[in-house]
């Protein structure tokens, strides 16, 4: 059974069902004794990719216990606005590995809830900048990698980092040095 309060937080309650049991259950809820429950996935065992995967029990430490600005996609696996995104928001990703100050993950919203976060429609992507007491800003770029890498300079509050390399048409990395960039 969960329990919903005024400010749409849910509290999973086990246990016998009893007037006494229920009573004592909201009482320890509004003192602040039972955390809000969450949905999430389990955590993946590799974390690899250019684009992190994260679920709802480790947002905390990739957006908020993270010094680095982040750009998150709430997304739905059966989403075909999702579909197209996915290649282009994989290419802006290794496009500024590079860059120690910005990591781009995402969170497959049918299996993972985050406190404070409403998502009302996919893909959601929102960037949560240096300071994580400020609320988090809603991308409205053009959804391609290029589109993705030019709202990011401007969003971004570190010094921006070019990235040193890019692929030819035969899929083969080249180094360019940073003044040909």
């Known amino acids: 059974m969960l329990y919903l309060n005024d400010k749409t937080e849910k509290f999973r309650f086990t246990g016998d069902i009893t007037v006494e049991s229920l009573t004592a259950f909201v009482g320890e809820v509004a003192a602040g004794k ?5 949905k999430s996935a389990p ?11 994260v679920v709802g029990t480790t947002f905390k430490e990739y957006v908020f216990d993270s010094e680095k600005e982040v750009l998150v996609k709430f997304y739905a696996p059966w989403c075909g606005h999702c579909k197209t995104i996915a290649p282009h928001y994989e290419e802006a990703a290794r496009r500024i590995s590079n860059n120690p100050n910005i990591i781009l993950i995402e969170v497959d919203s049918t299996e993972n809830e ?12 929102k960037f949560w900048g240096k300071d ?19 709202w990011l300079k401007v969003h971004t509050q570190y ?23």
């Open 159 to 181: 010094e921006w980092v070019e990235p040193l390399g890019f692929e030819d048409e035969s899929g083969d990395a080249e180094e360019v040095a940073p003044d040909e960039l």
């Open 34 to 38: 039972i955390s809000p429950f969450f």
């Open 114 to 125: 985050v406190a404070g976060v409403n998502v009302e429609g996919f893909p959601t992507l």
């Open 132 to 150: 994580k007491t400020a609320e988090p800003i809603d991308f409205d770029g053009d959804r391609t990698a290029d589109g993705i890498i030019d």
């Open 43 to 53: 955590v993946p065992e590799s974390n690899e990719a250019n684009v992190k995967t």
